[in-house]
């Protein structure tokens, strides 16, 4: 038995994936496989370090210490073959306000800023709380995965003046773990039209035997000069509340800009949780991450398996990477309403309406694989039932 098959009871911990949800739909004992953490312990290693610090009662201001910077630097040194320096290493509470930072950095209002569709939904939210003008690049669905469709982005790009594309790399939703050639050639239109990217890399560790995550300053030298990346410990360790991130900066002048909007409210200090909880992460959570990508791995293949046996007018993308699974029910002739309606009343279960990822996710839902596999199984079963 691996520890990821264990039971955590998460109900009345203010979960929420699994406390939000009686109050959102006015029902009991729904099976939540939404929102994307895991119903996985983290680490011990980083349950200890978090326990030492409570046990020593004291919590006071805290710096950026040396060793968090080591464990930074040689995971991504390790794991990404990726070379940060020190001072390249921004801290954030989390990518998603990095996102809002970058967006406020580097652009002004009415500017036009650029993702793709789908994408995990806070890519079009931070654009528009910050006023900047939105637009959506389609992916195109091949061979049940997505691929960029470089041309469209060329002409939307020129036409829209685009003065900055906030990349998914790997991508949610689909797990497409986009590969060194794709990043290339999106890079250098970015390059040729002057459009910046910030790269949230988040997802960056859990990718699937073959695949390879790139992160984009590797694909080619130039490339740092207009991009960031964004990452964290937290979704690869499961650690989303403890809030922490971090930003890659090779650029003085992208660098200096970030850095004035986050003195303008004293966002660069960070929760001391979330870096005890990153530091213990990348030091010591190596083997762990290697069980939890097998235990994942294990339930795609099953998932799979399930879907074809059970739900044969459900397509799906396999993931190269992430553990969401991206299932589009356009073959029952669904409204968004009616379809996430159905998943609730019928089959008891919850997963995120697809449609909340821009106009491509309509009657799309996705499904996150990080729990038991019995979990799992029960929630397919359910959804089975309900679609039968
Ligand atoms: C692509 C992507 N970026 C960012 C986040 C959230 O980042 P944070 O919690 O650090 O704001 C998620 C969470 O699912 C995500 O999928």
Known sequence: MSIF???HDRHHTD??????????????????????????????????ALLEYVKQGIYGYTMFGDDLYTAIINWQKRRHQYEIKKDEIL????????????????????????IHDPVYPPFAKMVQENDRKLIRNSLKVVDDHFEIDFITMEKQIVAEKVKLFILCNPHNPGGRVWTKTELKRLGDLCK??????????????LIFAPYQHETFHNVDETFADFSIILTAATKTFNLAGIKNSMIFVKNPQLK?????????????????????????????GEQWLTELLEYLNKNSEFTISFLQKNLPQVKFMRPEGTYLFWLDFSAYNLSDTALNKKMIEEAGVVLNGGFTFGPNGKQHMRLNIACPKDTLKQGLEQIAQAFK
């Open 256 to 284: 200096a800009a970030l850095t004035a909007i986050q003195a303008k409210s004293e966002q660069d200090t960070i929760n001391t949780f979330g870096l005890i909880g990153t530091k213990a992460a990348y030091e010591s």
């Open 91 to 114: 801290f954030s509470p989390g990518v998603v306000p990095s996102i809002a930072i970058s967006i406020q950095a580097f652009t002004n209002p009415k500017d036009t800023v650029m």
């Open 5 to 7: 098959d264990q039971h």
């Open 192 to 205: 040729k039209h002057n459009c910046l990217v910030v790269s949230d890399e988040i997802h960056q560790d």
């Open 15 to 48: 979960s929420v994936k699994w406390d939000s949800i009686s109050q959102t739909y006015g029902k009991e004992n729904l099976l939540p496989l939404w929102i994307a953490d895991m119903d996985f312990a983290a680490p011990s290693a980083v349950q200890q």
